[in-house]
């Protein structure tokens, strides 16, 4: 099912013919390659997904018309028409906040079952070792995405007992420890855990 943009799009290719619509966007990809317009094209915006991915948005002349347009590029979804249209009648690509990563423990019972070995890792996150594991695996992440990438940094952090998981989750994981109650809470499930396993 077509978006609005790529019907806009193909009412473009239906007026100026295939060819046209495979010269705008020829045109468009290599202005965004170079990230530079000329005379006939200006980028306005451009956001880097990671070093595959781009979103450009910008202005394009053909046949003596200005249109406005906002395209995706990349190796996760290949040439995406996000926006399309008349001369300032495009939204501008508004990014999404990205996800950073951080690193948790790979139990996630620890802290019910050894609160001592949570403050432990606790103590860690203050550790350059630590700051420079979560760190270079998001730059990795965002500059050299891939397999080998993934798969290098996730053995890195299982070798310390951790795993990368989004700074939202890790930062929760953490509030819920500090909690007041949390110490009822543990009392709890460890209570129910001896119950099921009594069952």
Same mark, same amino acid.
Request: aromatic content about 14%; proline content about 4%.
């Given at each position: 099912?077509?978006?609005?943009?790529?019907?806009?799009?193909? $009412?473009?290719?239906?007026?100026?013919?295939?060819?046209?619509?495979?010269?705008?966007?020829?045109?468009?990809? #290599?202005?965004?390659?170079?990230?530079?317009? @000329? #005379?006939?094209?200006?980028?306005?915006?451009?956001?880097?997904?990671?070093?595959?991915?781009?979103?450009? #948005?910008?202005?394009?002349?053909?046949? +003596?018309?200005?249109?406005?347009?906002?395209?995706?590029?990349?190796?996760?979804?290949?040439?995406?028409?996000? +926006?399309?249209?008349?001369? #300032?009648?495009?939204?501008?690509? @508004?990014?999404?906040?990205?996800?950073?990563?951080?690193?948790?423990?790979?139990?996630?019972?620890?802290?019910?079952?050894?609160?001592?070995?949570?403050?432990?890792?606790?103590?860690?996150?203050?550790?350059?070792?630590?700051?420079?594991?979560?760190?270079?695996?998001?730059?990795?992440?965002?500059?050299?995405? +891939?397999?080998?990438?993934?798969?290098?940094?996730?053995?890195?952090?299982?070798?310390? +007992?951790?795993?990368?998981?989004?700074?939202?989750?890790?930062?929760?994981?953490?509030? $819920?420890?500090?909690?007041?109650?949390?110490?009822?809470?543990?009392?709890?499930?460890?209570?129910?855990?001896?119950?099921?396993?009594?069952?």
């Amino acid at each position: 099912m077509s978006t609005e943009a790529e019907k806009a799009f193909e $009412a473009f290719c239906a007026k100026y013919g295939e060819k046209a619509g495979e010269e705008v966007m020829e045109r468009i990809a #290599d202005a965004m390659w170079t990230r530079k317009g @000329d #005379d006939r094209l200006r980028i306005n915006n451009f956001h880097t997904l990671n070093a595959c991915n781009h979103v450009a #948005d910008g202005d394009i002349e053909h046949a +003596g018309e200005w249109f406005s347009f906002s395209i995706e590029s990349g190796n996760w979804n290949g040439t995406v028409i996000r +926006g399309w249209g008349d001369l #300032d009648q495009v939204t501008a690509y @508004d990014p999404p906040r990205p996800t950073v990563y951080d690193l948790m423990p790979r139990d996630r019972s620890l802290e019910i079952a050894r609160p001592g070995m949570f403050r432990v890792y606790l103590l860690w996150r203050r550790e350059k070792w630590f700051q420079d594991l979560a760190q270079s695996y998001n730059y990795d992440r965002h500059f050299a995405p +891939g397999g080998k990438t993934e798969t290098y940094w996730r053995e890195k952090a299982a070798a310390r +007992g951790l795993l990368y998981a989004p700074d939202t989750e890790v930062t929760e994981r953490i509030a $819920a420890f500090n909690a007041p109650d949390f110490e009822d809470k543990r009392k709890e499930t460890l209570a129910l855990a001896s119950q099921w396993s009594a069952a």
